[in-house]
Protein backbone atom coordinates (compact mmCIF):
# COMPACT_ATOMS: atom_id res chain seq x y z
CA UNK A 1 0.00 0.00 0.00
CA UNK A 2 1.35 3.66 -0.22
CA UNK A 3 0.78 6.83 1.72
CA UNK A 4 1.34 10.58 -0.22
CA UNK A 5 4.04 12.68 0.96
CA UNK A 6 2.44 15.82 1.68
CA UNK A 7 5.56 17.87 1.19
CA UNK A 8 7.44 16.66 -1.41
CA UNK A 9 6.45 14.61 -4.98
CA UNK A 10 7.38 11.46 -3.49
CA UNK A 11 4.89 8.73 -1.91
CA UNK A 12 5.87 6.37 1.19
CA UNK A 13 5.52 2.91 -0.37
CA UNK A 14 5.39 0.05 2.57
CA UNK A 15 6.46 -3.81 0.72
CA UNK A 16 8.16 -6.53 2.29
CA UNK A 17 12.00 -7.83 1.61
CA UNK A 18 14.21 -9.96 2.68
CA UNK A 19 16.97 -9.14 5.38
CA UNK A 20 19.63 -10.30 3.03
CA UNK A 21 18.63 -8.48 0.09
CA UNK A 22 17.78 -5.05 2.42
CA UNK A 23 21.26 -5.13 4.27
CA UNK A 24 23.36 -5.62 0.67
CA UNK A 25 20.59 -2.36 -0.42
CA UNK A 26 21.49 -1.12 2.36
CA UNK A 27 25.74 -1.29 1.53
CA UNK A 28 25.52 -0.94 -2.16
CA UNK A 29 23.80 2.69 -2.39
CA UNK A 30 26.17 3.70 0.60
CA UNK A 31 29.00 2.56 -1.57
CA UNK A 32 27.68 4.68 -5.11
CA UNK A 33 26.98 8.12 -2.61
CA UNK A 34 22.97 7.14 -3.40
CA UNK A 35 19.78 7.01 -1.12
CA UNK A 36 18.27 3.72 -1.15
CA UNK A 37 15.28 5.37 -2.25
CA UNK A 38 16.75 6.80 -5.78
CA UNK A 39 18.27 2.83 -5.99
CA UNK A 40 14.74 1.45 -5.19
CA UNK A 41 13.52 3.82 -7.85
CA UNK A 42 16.17 2.69 -10.22
CA UNK A 43 15.90 -0.78 -9.68
CA UNK A 44 12.09 -0.83 -9.92
CA UNK A 45 12.25 1.75 -13.31
CA UNK A 46 14.83 -0.45 -15.34
CA UNK A 47 12.37 -3.82 -14.24
CA UNK A 48 9.72 -2.51 -15.59
CA UNK A 49 11.66 -1.92 -19.06
CA UNK A 50 12.16 -5.66 -18.93
CA UNK A 51 10.97 -7.53 -21.75
CA UNK A 52 10.46 -10.58 -19.50
CA UNK A 53 10.56 -11.46 -15.96
CA UNK A 54 14.19 -11.91 -14.73
CA UNK A 55 14.54 -14.62 -12.33
CA UNK A 56 12.94 -15.37 -9.39
CA UNK A 57 14.38 -14.03 -5.99
CA UNK A 58 13.67 -15.95 -2.66
CA UNK A 59 11.65 -13.75 -0.51
CA UNK A 60 11.12 -16.62 2.32
CA UNK A 61 11.38 -14.66 5.70
CA UNK A 62 10.76 -10.89 3.33
CA UNK A 63 10.00 -8.59 6.37
CA UNK A 64 8.45 -4.92 6.17
CA UNK A 65 10.37 -2.36 4.00
CA UNK A 66 9.34 1.05 3.30
CA UNK A 67 11.08 3.86 1.09
CA UNK A 68 9.81 7.11 -0.77
CA UNK A 69 9.32 6.49 -4.04
CA UNK A 70 8.18 9.10 -7.14
CA UNK A 71 4.68 9.73 -7.35
CA UNK A 72 2.93 7.05 -9.52
CA UNK A 73 5.92 4.89 -10.02
CA UNK A 74 4.36 2.56 -7.27
CA UNK A 75 1.12 1.97 -8.91
CA UNK A 76 2.53 1.54 -12.49
CA UNK A 77 4.91 -1.10 -10.88
CA UNK A 78 1.76 -2.84 -9.46
CA UNK A 79 0.05 -2.79 -12.68
CA UNK A 80 3.44 -4.57 -14.60
CA UNK A 81 3.49 -7.27 -11.51
CA UNK A 82 0.04 -8.11 -11.77
CA UNK A 83 0.35 -8.29 -15.69
CA UNK A 84 3.05 -10.58 -14.92
CA UNK A 85 1.21 -12.80 -12.68
CA UNK A 86 3.62 -11.96 -9.37
CA UNK A 87 3.14 -11.07 -5.89
CA UNK A 88 4.36 -7.07 -5.13
CA UNK A 89 7.05 -8.55 -2.26
CA UNK A 90 8.74 -11.00 -5.44
CA UNK A 91 8.67 -8.00 -8.45
CA UNK A 92 10.39 -5.78 -5.18
CA UNK A 93 12.68 -8.64 -4.96
CA UNK A 94 13.45 -8.54 -8.32
CA UNK A 95 13.74 -5.01 -8.94
CA UNK A 96 16.21 -4.65 -6.24
CA UNK A 97 18.10 -7.60 -7.03
CA UNK A 98 18.51 -6.39 -10.46
CA UNK A 99 19.93 -2.83 -9.41
CA UNK A 100 22.22 -4.79 -7.50
CA UNK A 101 23.57 -6.80 -10.24
CA UNK A 102 23.82 -3.85 -12.61
CA UNK A 103 25.75 -1.50 -9.99
CA UNK A 104 28.39 -3.80 -8.51
CA UNK A 105 30.62 -2.35 -5.69
CA UNK A 106 33.32 -0.27 -7.16
CA UNK A 107 36.36 -0.80 -6.46
CA UNK A 108 38.77 0.34 -3.67
CA UNK A 109 40.31 3.78 -4.23
CA UNK A 110 44.39 2.55 -4.12
CA UNK A 111 47.26 5.33 -4.22
CA UNK A 112 49.50 4.80 -7.10
CA UNK A 113 52.25 6.06 -3.98
CA UNK A 114 52.10 4.43 -0.83
CA UNK A 115 50.95 6.51 1.89
CA UNK A 116 53.13 7.42 4.61
CA UNK A 117 51.48 8.47 8.35
CA UNK A 118 54.38 9.97 10.67
CA UNK A 119 52.37 9.65 14.27
CA UNK A 120 54.35 11.74 16.29
CA UNK A 121 54.76 14.10 19.29
CA UNK A 122 58.01 13.82 21.83
CA UNK A 123 55.35 14.16 24.80
CA UNK A 124 55.05 10.73 26.46
CA UNK A 125 51.31 9.86 27.02
CA UNK A 126 49.40 11.71 24.54
CA UNK A 127 47.92 8.99 23.23
CA UNK A 128 50.26 8.10 19.80
CA UNK A 129 49.96 4.70 20.17
CA UNK A 130 45.73 4.68 20.44
CA UNK A 131 45.74 6.98 17.28
CA UNK A 132 47.75 5.29 14.99
CA UNK A 133 46.08 1.70 15.93
CA UNK A 134 42.72 3.21 15.41
CA UNK A 135 43.09 5.35 12.38
CA UNK A 136 45.09 2.45 10.65
CA UNK A 137 41.83 0.17 11.72
CA UNK A 138 39.45 2.65 10.33
CA UNK A 139 41.56 2.40 6.91
CA UNK A 140 41.38 -1.51 7.01
CA UNK A 141 37.35 -2.04 7.72
CA UNK A 142 35.65 -4.08 5.51
CA UNK A 143 34.45 -1.88 2.26
CA UNK A 144 31.57 -4.36 2.48
CA UNK A 145 30.13 -3.53 5.59
CA UNK A 146 28.97 -0.87 7.11
CA UNK A 147 30.22 1.63 10.42
CA UNK A 148 28.83 4.53 12.03
CA UNK A 149 30.51 7.48 11.19
CA UNK A 150 30.73 11.19 12.82
CA UNK A 151 30.69 12.81 9.35
CA UNK A 152 33.57 15.28 8.38
CA UNK A 153 31.65 18.21 7.86
CA UNK A 154 30.55 17.88 11.42
CA UNK A 155 34.10 18.62 12.82
CA UNK A 156 34.02 22.33 13.49
CA UNK A 157 30.74 21.40 15.17
CA UNK A 158 31.94 19.34 17.59
CA UNK A 159 34.94 21.36 18.39
CA UNK A 160 32.14 23.55 19.46
CA UNK A 161 30.05 21.60 21.03
CA UNK A 162 32.87 20.02 23.30
CA UNK A 163 34.27 23.52 24.24
CA UNK A 164 31.27 23.99 26.42
CA UNK A 165 31.03 20.32 27.16
CA UNK A 166 30.37 19.62 30.91
CA UNK A 167 31.49 15.81 30.86
CA UNK A 168 33.08 13.51 29.11
CA UNK A 169 30.50 11.77 26.79
CA UNK A 170 29.24 15.02 25.67
CA UNK A 171 33.39 16.02 24.70
CA UNK A 172 33.16 13.67 22.12
CA UNK A 173 29.59 14.09 21.05
CA UNK A 174 28.50 12.15 18.12
CA UNK A 175 26.98 14.77 16.34
CA UNK A 176 25.41 13.73 12.69
CA UNK A 177 25.95 9.95 12.74
CA UNK A 178 26.27 8.11 8.97
CA UNK A 179 26.77 4.72 8.16
CA UNK A 180 29.42 4.39 5.72
CA UNK A 181 31.14 1.42 3.94
CA UNK A 182 34.73 0.91 4.86
CA UNK A 183 37.28 2.20 3.58
CA UNK A 184 39.31 -1.39 2.50
CA UNK A 185 42.77 -0.28 3.03
CA UNK A 186 45.94 -2.57 2.91
CA UNK A 187 47.40 -1.06 5.81
CA UNK A 188 50.48 -1.46 8.01
CA UNK A 189 51.48 -0.25 11.57
CA UNK A 190 54.72 -0.02 12.36
CA UNK A 191 55.85 0.32 16.09
CA UNK A 192 58.74 2.49 15.54
CA UNK A 193 58.58 2.55 19.70
CA UNK A 194 61.45 0.75 21.56
CA UNK A 195 58.78 0.54 24.65
CA UNK A 196 56.43 -1.57 22.29
CA UNK A 197 53.03 0.05 23.18
CA UNK A 198 51.59 -0.83 20.02
CA UNK A 199 52.94 -4.35 19.64
CA UNK A 200 51.40 -4.78 23.00
CA UNK A 201 48.34 -3.28 23.25
CA UNK A 202 47.15 -4.77 19.70
CA UNK A 203 48.26 -8.64 21.37
CA UNK A 204 51.25 -9.32 19.37
CA UNK A 205 54.60 -10.14 20.89
CA UNK A 206 57.61 -7.84 20.54
CA UNK A 207 60.76 -9.20 18.64
CA UNK A 208 63.48 -11.28 20.28
CA UNK A 209 66.26 -8.39 20.95
CA UNK A 210 69.17 -11.03 19.68
CA UNK A 211 66.94 -11.80 16.38
CA UNK A 212 66.21 -9.30 13.03
CA UNK A 213 64.70 -5.88 14.15
CA UNK A 214 63.91 -3.21 12.57
CA UNK A 215 66.55 -1.27 14.31
CA UNK A 216 68.76 -3.87 12.74
CA UNK A 217 67.67 -3.04 9.58
CA UNK A 218 68.04 0.83 9.50
CA UNK A 219 71.41 0.35 10.74
CA UNK A 220 72.38 -1.41 8.13
CA UNK A 221 72.86 -5.29 9.91
CA UNK A 222 69.53 -7.02 8.58
CA UNK A 223 69.51 -10.51 9.62
CA UNK A 224 66.83 -11.77 7.40
CA UNK A 225 64.27 -10.50 5.36
CA UNK A 226 61.92 -7.63 7.37
CA UNK A 227 58.37 -9.45 5.74
CA UNK A 228 58.79 -12.52 8.24
CA UNK A 229 58.82 -10.22 10.95
CA UNK A 230 55.06 -8.98 10.02
CA UNK A 231 52.32 -10.42 11.90
CA UNK A 232 48.25 -9.80 10.45
CA UNK A 233 45.63 -8.47 13.18
CA UNK A 234 42.56 -9.46 13.92
CA UNK A 235 42.21 -10.97 10.76
CA UNK A 236 38.41 -11.67 11.45
CA UNK A 237 37.63 -8.24 11.92
CA UNK A 238 39.84 -6.55 9.31
CA UNK A 239 39.95 -9.11 6.65
CA UNK A 240 43.62 -9.79 6.45
CA UNK A 241 44.14 -6.22 5.39
CA UNK A 242 45.86 -4.84 8.69
CA UNK A 243 49.05 -6.13 9.55
CA UNK A 244 51.84 -4.49 12.49
CA UNK A 245 55.58 -4.94 12.62
CA UNK A 246 56.50 -5.50 15.71
CA UNK A 247 58.43 -3.14 17.47
CA UNK A 248 61.96 -4.55 19.52
CA UNK A 249 63.48 -3.05 22.73
CA UNK A 250 67.23 -2.70 20.65
CA UNK A 251 65.27 0.37 19.14
CA UNK A 252 66.63 2.46 22.68
CA UNK A 253 70.37 2.12 20.85
CA UNK A 254 69.14 3.46 17.80
CA UNK A 255 69.92 6.99 17.95
CA UNK A 256 73.38 5.88 18.61
CA UNK A 257 73.85 3.42 15.59
CA UNK A 258 72.29 5.70 13.39
CA UNK A 259 75.05 8.35 13.78
CA UNK A 260 77.42 5.67 12.20
CA UNK A 261 75.22 5.06 9.26
CA UNK A 262 75.20 7.44 6.24
CA UNK A 263 72.16 9.24 5.04
CA UNK A 264 70.96 8.66 8.49
CA UNK A 265 67.76 10.60 7.65
CA UNK A 266 67.01 7.83 4.38
CA UNK A 267 67.41 4.63 6.75
CA UNK A 268 63.80 4.02 8.03
CA UNK A 269 62.79 4.61 4.45
CA UNK A 270 65.35 2.50 3.02
CA UNK A 271 63.99 -0.42 5.17
CA UNK A 272 60.56 0.06 4.76
CA UNK A 273 60.52 0.80 0.99
CA UNK A 274 60.57 -2.63 -0.03
CA UNK A 275 57.34 -3.57 2.08
CA UNK A 276 55.50 -0.93 0.47
CA UNK A 277 54.21 -2.46 -2.46
CA UNK A 278 52.21 -4.29 -0.20
CA UNK A 279 50.13 -1.73 1.13
CA UNK A 280 48.10 1.34 0.69
CA UNK A 281 49.43 3.12 3.94
CA UNK A 282 51.59 2.28 6.20
CA UNK A 283 51.56 4.43 9.73
CA UNK A 284 54.47 4.72 11.98
CA UNK A 285 54.20 4.75 15.67
CA UNK A 286 57.22 7.41 16.65
CA UNK A 287 58.56 7.52 20.05
CA UNK A 288 58.54 10.44 22.50
CA UNK A 289 61.94 11.50 20.74
CA UNK A 290 63.00 14.37 19.03
CA UNK A 291 66.36 12.09 18.30
CA UNK A 292 67.53 10.95 15.09
CA UNK A 293 64.86 8.40 15.09
CA UNK A 294 62.29 11.91 14.35
CA UNK A 295 64.48 12.88 11.79
CA UNK A 296 64.47 9.09 10.13
CA UNK A 297 60.16 9.69 10.37
CA UNK A 298 59.78 12.84 9.45
CA UNK A 299 61.97 11.97 6.12
CA UNK A 300 59.90 9.21 5.46
CA UNK A 301 56.78 11.23 5.79
CA UNK A 302 58.05 13.42 2.83
CA UNK A 303 56.40 14.65 -0.01
CA UNK A 304 57.93 12.62 -2.96
CA UNK A 305 58.39 13.33 -6.35
CA UNK A 306 54.86 12.78 -8.31
CA UNK A 307 52.80 12.82 -5.29
CA UNK A 308 49.97 15.06 -4.17
CA UNK A 309 49.91 17.33 -1.55
CA UNK A 310 48.37 16.13 1.55
CA UNK A 311 48.99 12.21 0.92
CA UNK A 312 51.29 11.96 3.32
CA UNK A 313 52.84 13.67 6.64
CA UNK A 314 52.71 14.18 10.11
CA UNK A 315 49.93 13.52 11.89
CA UNK A 316 50.79 15.13 15.56
CA UNK A 317 48.96 14.02 18.73
CA UNK A 318 48.16 16.27 21.76
CA UNK A 319 46.06 17.34 24.84
CA UNK A 320 44.11 20.09 25.61
CA UNK A 321 46.84 21.46 28.43
CA UNK A 322 49.80 23.44 28.41
CA UNK A 323 52.73 20.95 28.64
CA UNK A 324 51.12 19.70 25.17
CA UNK A 325 51.38 23.44 23.54
CA UNK A 326 55.45 23.88 24.82
CA UNK A 327 56.35 19.82 23.49
CA UNK A 328 54.60 20.63 20.12
CA UNK A 329 56.35 23.66 19.52
CA UNK A 330 59.79 21.88 19.89
CA UNK A 331 58.75 19.22 17.00
CA UNK A 332 57.45 21.55 14.90
CA UNK A 333 60.83 23.41 15.22
CA UNK A 334 62.49 20.14 14.49
CA UNK A 335 60.53 19.61 11.62
CA UNK A 336 61.34 22.65 10.32
CA UNK A 337 64.76 22.41 10.55
CA UNK A 338 64.87 19.11 9.23
CA UNK A 339 62.91 20.58 6.17
CA UNK A 340 65.21 23.64 5.50
CA UNK A 341 68.70 22.12 6.42
CA UNK A 342 67.65 19.38 3.53
CA UNK A 343 65.47 21.09 1.58
CA UNK A 344 62.36 18.81 2.09
CA UNK A 345 58.54 18.69 1.63
CA UNK A 346 57.43 17.91 4.85
CA UNK A 347 53.98 18.43 5.46
CA UNK A 348 51.25 18.32 7.89
CA UNK A 349 47.98 16.23 7.92
CA UNK A 350 47.07 17.67 11.26
CA UNK A 351 46.58 17.77 14.88
CA UNK A 352 43.91 15.36 16.52
CA UNK A 353 42.92 16.94 20.14
CA UNK A 354 43.13 13.30 22.31
CA UNK A 355 42.10 12.61 25.60
CA UNK A 356 39.77 15.37 25.50
CA UNK A 357 37.55 15.72 28.91
CA UNK A 358 35.65 18.69 29.35
CA UNK A 359 35.09 18.52 33.12
CA UNK A 360 38.85 19.80 33.67
CA UNK A 361 37.32 22.95 32.94
CA UNK A 362 38.78 26.44 31.47
CA UNK A 363 42.48 24.33 31.31
CA UNK A 364 40.73 21.91 28.78
CA UNK A 365 38.37 24.25 26.81
CA UNK A 366 40.99 27.09 26.66
CA UNK A 367 43.74 24.84 25.30
CA UNK A 368 40.96 22.97 22.81
CA UNK A 369 40.72 26.58 21.16
CA UNK A 370 44.23 27.40 21.40
CA UNK A 371 44.72 23.99 18.54
CA UNK A 372 41.71 25.32 16.57
CA UNK A 373 43.29 28.80 16.26
CA UNK A 374 46.61 27.57 14.75
CA UNK A 375 44.53 26.81 11.41
CA UNK A 376 47.83 25.63 9.91
CA UNK A 377 48.32 22.93 10.87
CA UNK A 378 44.65 22.11 11.04
CA UNK A 379 42.87 20.46 14.36
CA UNK A 380 41.78 16.96 11.82
CA UNK A 381 40.45 15.26 14.81
CA UNK A 382 38.97 15.23 18.44
CA UNK A 383 38.68 11.94 20.74
CA UNK A 384 37.41 11.65 24.10
CA UNK A 385 38.78 10.47 27.40
CA UNK A 386 36.35 7.88 27.63
CA UNK A 387 36.55 3.78 28.81
CA UNK A 388 36.78 1.85 25.83
CA UNK A 389 40.26 2.16 24.76
CA UNK A 390 41.37 1.48 28.10
CA UNK A 391 39.58 -1.80 28.09
CA UNK A 392 40.61 -2.63 24.09
CA UNK A 393 43.97 -2.19 25.60
CA UNK A 394 43.81 -4.32 28.85
CA UNK A 395 41.86 -7.00 26.31
CA UNK A 396 44.90 -6.68 24.04
CA UNK A 397 42.29 -6.05 20.98
CA UNK A 398 41.99 -3.47 18.40
CA UNK A 399 39.68 -0.96 19.69
CA UNK A 400 37.75 -0.53 16.43
CA UNK A 401 36.93 -4.57 16.52
CA UNK A 402 36.26 -4.57 20.53
CA UNK A 403 34.03 -1.50 20.49
CA UNK A 404 33.10 -0.95 17.19
CA UNK A 405 30.41 1.42 18.16
CA UNK A 406 31.54 3.76 21.20
CA UNK A 407 32.06 7.16 20.81
CA UNK A 408 35.59 6.54 20.18
CA UNK A 409 35.66 4.16 17.36
CA UNK A 410 33.58 6.77 15.77
CA UNK A 411 35.41 9.44 16.13
CA UNK A 412 38.91 7.20 14.92
CA UNK A 413 36.80 6.65 11.57
CA UNK A 414 35.87 10.44 11.31
CA UNK A 415 39.95 11.15 11.80
CA UNK A 416 40.35 8.28 9.11
CA UNK A 417 38.60 10.02 6.16
CA UNK A 418 40.09 13.58 7.08
CA UNK A 419 43.24 12.52 6.75
CA UNK A 420 43.16 10.21 3.47
Not at 43 to 48: D, L
Not at 54 to 62: E, I, K, L, N, R
Not at 287 to 296: E, F, H, Q, R
Amino acid sequence: MSSPASSTDREKVVSKLPGWLRQDLKIRAAQHHLEIQTAVEQGIHAWMRLASTPTPVDTSGAESFSTWLPEGQWGAFRDVASDRGISLTKGLAQAVKLWLDTNPAPDVARPMITRRFVVCNQKGGVGKTAITAGVGEALAEDPHALYPVRVAKQLAKALRVSEQATDAESADDPLDIERLPGLGLRVLLVDFDPQCHLTNQLGATPVPINGDSLTKHMAGDPKGDLRDLIVSIDDEAFGGRLHLLPACTDAFLLDVRLSAVRAREAALERALAPLEADYDVILVDCPPSLGLCMDAAAYYGRRRDGEQPGQSGVLIVVQAEDSSADAYSLLTDQIETLRNDLTLDVGYLGIVVNLYDGRRGYIATSSLQGWVDIKDPRVVGLIGDLKEQKEAVRMKRPLLSYAPTSQQAVGMRALAREVS
